[in-house]
């Protein structure tokens, strides 16, 4: 069996491919996250995600290196990551009772094959006041996610329904992953 690599520094990424039993290591890319004007969401993503994947297998040319990217896009704007307060509070802002898109894409590459794929999740938000986002801002939460929130923690209020893939909007659509990675001879506890 191949050694499996997640290039990927999200604790939500480490988290839920050790819950699937998955025995990997973490090697942090370090790429810029560079958002090309005019590219769709989902080449967005993958572009991103095989980047990540192509600069952590370089230098493991034997393993099975996971890549992975997730953007948060509203009214065709790709939704990055904020780099202030003020930016949090204008994209909760605009995201309050309202849909959004999530996609994540995520790129396998072995000594044999490369392989992408995105998926994408519809999220609708609750109407939020003022105080609940400036009160949400102040909790640093919005800071390292994009879109300025993250459904499995503290930003859970915000959200009012889904539409797809939960675990795409954490992070990583570990369902869809497990079965590319049968294709790579790399399979979690419970496939052995």
Do not use: C, W
């Not at 973490?26 to 996250?33: A, D, G, Q, T």
């Not at 790709?78 to 780099?83: M, S």
């Not at 994540?104 to 998926?119: A, N």
């Not at 009160?135 to 923690?153: E, L």
């Amino acid at each position: 069996m191949n050694s499996l690599i997640l290039a990927s520094g999200s604790p939500r990424r480490k988290e839920l491919l050790s819950t699937l039993g998955f025995s990997f290591t973490v090697v942090k890319s370090n790429i810029p996250e560079e958002i090309i004007p005019g590219n769709s969401p989902a080449s967005t993503v993958e572009r991103l995600a095989v980047h990540k994947a192509k600069h952590v297998a370089k230098d493991f040319p034997e393993s099975v290196v996971i890549g992975a990217d997730t953007v948060v896009v509203f009214n065709n704007t790709i939704l990055g990551k904020p780099k202030s307060e003020k930016e949090a509070r204008t994209m909760l802002a605009d995201l309050s009772d309202a849909t959004h898109h999530v996609y994540t894409g995520v790129s396998i590459i072995s000594p044999e094959q490369t392989f992408s794929f995105h998926q994408k999740t519809d999220v609708t938000f609750y109407p939020l006041h003022s105080e609940e986002i400036e009160s949400y801002v102040k909790t640093k939460d919005p800071f390292d996610k994009a879109g300025s929130y993250g459904i499995q923690g503290i930003g859970s209020f915000l959200v009012k329904e889904i539409h797809g893939d939960y675990f795409n909007v954490v992070g990583l659509p570990v369902a869809r992953l497990v079965r590319e990675l049968r294709k790579f001879d790399v399979y979690p506890y419970f496939n052995n």
